[in-house]
C-alpha cells in the first residue's frame, strides 16, 4: 500500500513528513464523524488518499496559491479547501458551507490539526457573496461540486476579485459543461482561461480543472436566488 506523498509524487507535489501526519489526522476524523454524520461514501485509507486528497490537491500542479485568500464555496467535508491548506499553510482560507454539521467538524478538524488562519461560514452560497466582507474579496475561489459549470460559476465568481481566479474541480464531462457556461462565465464577469486533464494516481480516472479569470466586477443582480439559479441558470 502506497503511502499519501507516494501518491502525490506522482503529481509532482510534494509534503513533509508533519503533513503527511495531518492528513492522516484528516482522515481518522474524516472517518470517526462519517458514522453520525454523512460526509462521504468513500472510507477506504488508500480511496481516500487518491480521490479525496490527490484530486483536490490538483490545483497545486499548475497554480500558485502561495500567501493567496482563498474560499471554498460549499465545501462539505473540507474538499478541496483543507487539503490546499494543509499543502500550502500559507493560503488564508475561508470554509463556506450551508450545514452547521458540517462546519462543526471541519472547525474539529482545524483545531486538531492546529491550523491557522482558516475561517470558517455556515451560509448558504448564494448569502455568503451578499455580504459586503465577502464580495470580491478573494484571489482564489475554489468548489468541487456536482453542479454544472454555469450554476457553480454563479455561486462562485461573486466572490472572487476583480484580477483573481475560480478554480473547478470537475469531472470527464467539463468539456460539454464549458460550452454550455462559456455564458454564464462571461455574465458575471468572468474568462474561462484555461482548461487542465489530470489522471488521478494509480487509476484510470481523468478529472478536469476549469480556470476562469474575472477580468471585470460582477453585477449586483447575482447571484439570484437557489431555486431561480438552479430552475433557470444562466
Not at 9 to 37: A, C, G, T
Not at 160 to 186: H, S
Amino acid at each position: 500500500m502506497n503511502s499519501l506523498k507516494e501518491y502525490l509524487e506522482k503529481l509532482n507535489i510534494e509534503i513533509n513528513d508533519r503533513q503527511e501526519e495531518q492528513f492522516v489526522q484528516y482522515m481518522n476524523l474524516l472517518v470517526e464523524w462519517n458514522e453520525k454524520m454523512n460526509l462521504t461514501a468513500i472510507t477506504e485509507r488508500e480511496q481516500v488518499f487518491i480521490k479525496h486528497f490527490a484530486d483536490s490537491l490538483t490545483p497545486l500542479m499548475y497554480f500558485d496559491f502561495k500567501g493567496k485568500s482563498v474560499i471554498d464555496v460549499g465545501t462539505g467535508a473540507g474538499f478541496p479547501g483543507l487539503p490546499l491548506k494543509i499543502a500550502e499553510p500559507t493560503i488564508e482560507l475561508t470554509l463556506l458551507d450551508a450545514l452547521q454539521k458540517r462546519i462543526g467538524f471541519l472547525e474539529t478538524v482545524g483545531q486538531n490539526l492546529e491550523l491557522e488562519n482558516v475561517h470558517y461560514i455556515h451560509a448558504r452560497a448564494e448569502e455568503g457573496s451578499r455580504m459586503p466582507e465577502h464580495r470580491e474579496q478573494y484571489d482564489i475561489a475554489v468548489s468541487r461540486a456536482v453542479a454544472s459549470l454555469n450554476v457553480l460559476s454563479e455561486y462562485d465568481l461573486p466572490y472572487v476579485k476583480v484580477g483573481g481566479k475560480f478554480i473547478a474541480l470537475k469531472g470527464p464531462t467539463a468539456y460539454d459543461e464549458i460550452k454550455e457556461g462559456e455564458k454564464a462565465v462571461e455574465i458575471l464577469g468572468g474568462e474561462i482561461t484555461s482548461v487542465k486533464e489530470v489522471t488521478l494516481p494509480q487509476t484510470d480516472i481523468t478529472h478536469t480543472i476549469v480556470e476562469i479569470t474575472k477580468i471585470k466586477s460582477t453585477d449586483e443582480k447575482y447571484p439570484r436566488r437557489a431555486k431561480k439559479i438552479s430552475s433557470s441558470p444562466l
